[in-house]
């Protein structure tokens, strides 16, 4: 039986998290340590001058082993590695993501931060999200599958596994695209709005679009096409 830490950047009250635990929780014992609050866009951002609180929490799913911080997605890795769980895991699982984590939105992300830190600290690791918008349907049909495929599947060194589900229906999805390149395109496209002014204070709120715009081949194109997108993502050389 394998030994799998699961995280994000939601927080550990998202359905999302709850919804790959569970589907983790098939593939052997789980253990989930993740940020008490929502944390998106945290990138790889970790905590260095402050402690992180770290408290045991009641988890709807059953035989899964709960733990929130107050750190960063990549802070709840570190923590759960070097002090939380009395072994190293066999695979660590980040997601599933409220939102698209492909083409440039990866280094924005809380989520693949956390699993870029997994990765550097010697774990096999996937990043699993989803559109913010639309059906959880291609998801939940076919996680455990693409899990199975992917669960023993070599990566290189700072590889971790991305996978992206349409927002689509199931009948809309036309299956999975494995070995997606990672998009070059600008995923988002905007500026930022004014929103208040004090005197010479002034504050702003950012205001963007996705960009649906991708070649053949990369994880963009793929999901814009209601295809699973699958592929690795390397950290740094």
Known sequence: MKKI???NDDGIDSEGIKRLAEAASKFGEVWVVAPCKQYSAMSHSATFWTPIDVWPV???IEGVHAYATSGTPSDCVCVALNAVLPF???AVFCGINKGYNIASSIQYSGTCGAAFE???QGCHTIAFSENHE???EVADKYIEEIT???LDKPLGVNEIWNINFPGCTLDECKGIKYDCAVCQEQFFSGG???VKRDGDKVTYMINYEPVWKAEEGTDLRAVIDNYVAV???KNFS
């Open 5 to 7: 830490l699961v995280t």
């Open 58 to 60: 009641d988890f709807p």
């Open 88 to 90: 190293k895991p066999d």
């Open 118 to 120: 997994a990765a550097n």
């Open 134 to 136: 639309g059906t959880h």
């Open 148 to 150: 199975a495929v992917l």
């Open 192 to 194: 930022y709005d004014v």
């Open 231 to 233: 592929g690795k993502v």
